[in-house]
């Protein structure tokens, strides 16, 4: 044993990185300088333990990086938004969790932490503010892009329920200037290459809508200019990335017509989607690994990300 010293240690350790081992790779601050729209207050982030980690208060926005090995990586990456009806995030009930089984098919996986409308450290637009943490989110995803071993075109995002909004918004919005340039990263374009929608929330019609979602983003009164934007199906153009879509007919929360609607407007603009009903399965599933009827769903994501062109 006492020859087993620093050159066996340092040998092995070698071997370890050149494999590249999965694991949370970084956690990151989304900007550089100033946070926009926000000043201090004397609010504080929460986390709540339960079912999973509840979070609410997001006063530092960040990226969570999760990175397949580097003989398992395809060069995919997702962007990941969890849900929480933009009042809170399950983080990693819809997020972190989602990452790791993503690493399992050699996808990188990057949660974000975006800050909530309803944070009192908000001082102005607060509609707009999940957005600019959702650009700058994947602006900086392609900043990093050869640093993590992620390929140039197969950068994408993904959200569940409320982060299903905000997914769809940076689809349709990814252009839209909704904050100054801190840095290089902001010159880049904040496109995603390709969107999957999980029970998302899309339209900002009372007949269709998460009433609470959209009344933490847009108020209680809104006018209909303002809905209308934040309607992604009402702003899909031709530029709009090609979308994977998952609902439950028996969606209670979030009605299963936000996809179809979403599907609907793609469909017209001739954007390339696909999309899967369930007869049963509610709300909020997320990986839905103990449900029969519902646990394979991920691996009709798999296949289609598998697929895209």
Do not use: C
């Amino acid at each position: 044993m006492k020859h087993f010293k620093t050159t066996s240690i340092l040998a092995v350790l070698l071997v370890f990185v050149d494999m590249g081992i999965s694991a949370q790779d970084t956690i990151m601050p989304l900007w550089p300088n100033k946070i926009p729209n926000q000043e201090a207050s004397n609010e504080k982030e929460r986390v709540e333990t339960d079912r999973f980690d509840w979070v609410t208060n997001v006063q530092q926005p960040t990226i969570e990086v999760y990175l397949p090995t580097k003989s398992n990586a395809n060069g995919q990456a997702v962007v990941i938004f969890p849900g929480g009806g933009y009042y809170g995030l399950a983080y990693d009930w819809e997020g972190i969790d989602m990452a790791k089984a993503l690493n399992s098919k050699g996808v990188a996986g990057i949660v974000v932490k975006y800050r909530l409308p309803i944070s009192k450290s908000i001082v102005e637009g607060k509609e707009v503010v999940p957005l600019q943490d959702a650009q700058r989110a994947m602006r900086l995803v392609k900043s990093k892009a050869a640093e993590w071993n992620i390929s140039e075109g197969k950068i994408g995002i993904m959200g569940f329920s409320a982060g299903g909004h905000l997914a769809s918004t940076l689809g349709t919005h990814y252009d839209d200037t909704v904050y100054e340039k801190q840095d290089e990263a902001d010159e880049l374009s904040a496109r995603p290459d390709f969107m999957a929608l999980i029970y998302p929330v899309i339209s900002m019609d009372n007949e269709t809508t998460h009433s609470g979602s959209k009344g933490a983003l847009l108020g209680e009164n809104p006018s209909d200019e303002l809905a209308n934007r934040f309607s992604a199906n009402k702003n899909v153009t031709k530029d709009t990335p090609p979308a994977f879509l998952l609902h439950a007919q028996d969606d209670d929360a979030v009605p299963v017509e936000n996809s179809i609607l979403m599907f609907s407007a793609l469909k017209k603009e001739g954007i390339p989607v696909t999309m899967h009903i369930y007869s049963k399965g509610g709300h909020g599933f997320s990986l839905a690994l103990k449900d029969q009827r519902l646990k394979n769903w991920i691996s009709l994501l798999y296949d289609w990300l598998d697929n895209l062109e």
